[in-house]
């Protein structure tokens, strides 16, 4: 099963030093920590591939948790559709679908009550939902965007850093051959990131972190009743593996 992010042609290397970057972060100040993130936000993208849409969704969610639901399916259309942010198949470019967040927005649900399929995909949004959405995006403040790339030789402490300053990180990711039934052990968790790979990408919300664990709170788009909550923890060797292609933290 795909989850509809495109993976990029030009995929980065990962640095040699990540695991010494990641102990280190971890031996000065081995802690955890999680977002407050409301039930609201797990959703379900169904038959519909717009798993992008709905990790910055969710991100926007914790951002802002005074605002009601919002909608994913406005943010894919418009990124697919008016921006032409996808690919043939219609799977998000990540980079694309951070910049209709940046200009466009996302609306409330309720201005975009449109179900997770095709058809649904394709519903014009009407003229209240486009201009809620202008102020529910995630605008420049000057010359600087409000979204920022990995920037450390380790994915795992770059995350830390941001989880602990309350921004939730997004990541683009290839999907092992298991997903969704059989990649997690008996704890919801990813552990190795030697495990055979698919050619499948998708995109994941990470909402905290447990150096306990050696991994990271992934909140997946398939539903609360899927995996643990909604959400399953991707192993701090996978993190810095080439299993994640994209990283973003959202700012407020």
């Known amino acids: 099963m795909s989850g509809g992010y495109s993976i990029p042609e030009a995929v980065p ?5 990540a695991g010494r970057v990641r102990s280190a972060a971890i031996v000065a100040g081995a802690s955890s920590y999680h977002l407050p993130v ?10 519909l591939q717009c798993c992008v849409s709905c990790a910055l969704g969710a ?3 914790v951002l802002h948790p005074a605002w009601p639901a919002l909608a ?6 418009i990124t697919r559709y008016e921006q032409g942010g996808a690919d ?11 910049q209709t967040l940046a ?3 996302i609306c409330r649900g309720s201005l975009h009550d449109y179900p997770f399929t095709s058809a649904g995909a394709q519903t014009r949004p009407s003229s209240a939902a486009y201009e809620d959405a202008l102020g529910r995006a995630l605008a420049r403040r000057g010359l600087r965007n409000r979204y ?3 920037s450390s030789s380790s994915t795992t402490a770059w995350i830390r850093d941001q989880l602990r300053v309350n921004c939730p990180v997004v990541l683009g990711i290839r999907l092992p051959l298991g997903y969704p039934k059989t990649f997690l052990n008996g704890r919801f968790e990813w552990l190795d990131p030697d495990a055979p790979g698919s050619l499948s990408g998708h995109c994941v919300l990470v909402v905290g972190y447990s150096d306990v664990r050696q991994a990271v709170r992934i909140q997946d788009s398939r539903g609360q009743s899927a995996f643990d909550g909604g959400g399953w923890w991707m192993g701090y060797r996978v993190v810095d593996s080439p299993v994640v292609l994209e990283a973003y933290a959202l700012l407020p």
Request: glycine share 8%; charged share 20%.
């Open 13 to 17: 290397s990962v640095s040699e030093s």
């Open 148 to 150: 920022i790339a990995r």
């Open 38 to 47: 409301s039930s609201r936000a797990i959703v379900d993208q169904q038959e």
């Open 72 to 77: 994913p399916v406005f943010h894919y259309y």
């Open 88 to 98: 043939e198949d219609g799977f998000l470019y990540l980079k694309n679908a951070l």
């Open 59 to 61: 991100g926007m969610e």
């Open 103 to 105: 200009t466009a927005g």
